[in-house]
Structure formats: C-alpha cells, structure tokens
C-alpha cells in the first residue's frame, strides 16, 4: 500500500506540479488582496479536486460506454503524458502557462480566475485528467483506490499551500530554480510515463 501511494503521490505531484503553479498564480493575482487571493486559491483547489475525483470515478465507466479498451487509453495517457515530460525539460509548459496568464492579465474585465484558467486547464487539464484515470485502473479494490484518492488529497493539499504561500516562495526560490526544478521533474515524469507504455504493450502482447 505505502508503494502504491508513493507512486501516486510522486505520478500526480509531478503532472499537477504545485510548484510550478504557484509562480502562476501569484502573478495572476498580482492585483488582488491577500484575501481575495487566499479566496481564490482555495476555490481553485476544491472545484480541481472536484473535477479529478470524479473522473476518477466514474472514468472508466465513462471509457466503457465509448467503448474504449482501458489498455488503450493507458497507451494513450502514457504518450500523452510523455509529451508533457518533454515540454517541461525543454520548459514549453512553463513557457505555455505565463503565455495564458498574461492573456488573463490583459482582459481586466476577468477577476475571478480560481475557475479559469487555475482549476481548468492549469491544475485539472488532460493530463491530470488522465494520471487519475491510468492510476485508478491500476488499484484493485476498495483499499487501493481509498490510497489513491489519499494521495490526490495530499498533492492537492500541498497545492493549496503552494498557493497561499505563492509570494514568499517565488522571492525564496527564483526562476532560476524553478526551472531546474522543472526540468528534474519532467524526467521523472518521462520515466513514469514510459512505464504506462510498456504496462499496456505488456497487456496487450499477454492477452493476444
């Protein structure tokens, strides 16, 4: 149980990856008051985590009526998630996000973004859609997928943190830091992301 929950925490943390979202987020809340930034960032987590758990689920009922194979769609996150390893080392993804919030910044008639672009696409997009997914297919039982919902709680839980404290930690770490971070991060990723691959070819291969 305490691997299954390592590999969880670890494969979420990294796609989700609270750190990178904090720089984000206090630049989009620049002119906000702590209050309404501290508002903000607790609304964002909850409708993120809202989202997640319930394509975790009810994803695989959902992939069922498409008709969708789960080794296939496990195939499918594992490129999927392959791609974003690759956009963090070589820091498209991060590139990407400041891109979208300075487009949020340019519309001043936007406020509230704990909805958009925060808790969609920044923290529950298809990535994070999909690691949920590919996680949940692995647990066996109720125990296992209580370990995985657990371990969701615990990298949202430290998102929250990374947001309140957005500020503090951006003049603690820096960019350069960061992305270093980043890139270590997105080789990790790249490694979980092969294993998704072979799990499924595996399958695939076993079954036929």
């Not at 992939?63 to 390893?85: K, T, Y």
């Amino acid at each position: 149980m305490l691997d299954l929950f390592i590999s969880a925490f670890v494969t979420l943390f990294v796609v989700i990856d609270p750190p990178g979202c904090a720089p984000i987020f206090a630049g989009l809340t620049s002119g906000a008051l702590p209050a309404q930034a501290r508002s903000m960032a607790l609304r964002a987590c909850l409708v993120a985590t809202s989202i997640l758990v319930l394509f975790a689920l009810f994803g695989e009922g959902l992939l069922g009526a498409l008709q969708i194979e789960l080794n296939s769609f496990r195939l499918a996150g594992g490129i999927m998630l392959f791609l974003i390893a690759l956009e963090m080392v070589f820091e498209k993804r991060t590139q990407r996000r400041e891109e979208r919030a300075e487009k949020i910044r340019s519309t001043p008639e936007i406020e509230d973004i704990s909805v958009f672009p925060l808790a969609i696409p920044m923290i529950a997009g298809p990535g994070s859609i999909a690691t949920i997914m590919l996680l949940m297919s692995r647990a066996e039982g109720t125990p296992q997928t209580l370990v995985v919902l657990a371990a969701l709680g615990a990298v949202m839980a430290l998102l929250l943190l990374s947001l309140l404290a957005a500020v503090p930690i951006m003049r603690f770490v820096g960019k350069q830091v960061e992305a270093v971070i980043t890139r270590l991060l997105g080789v990790l990723l790249a490694a979980l992301a092969a294993q998704y691959v072979v799990d499924a070819l595996r399958a695939v291969f076993h079954a036929s």
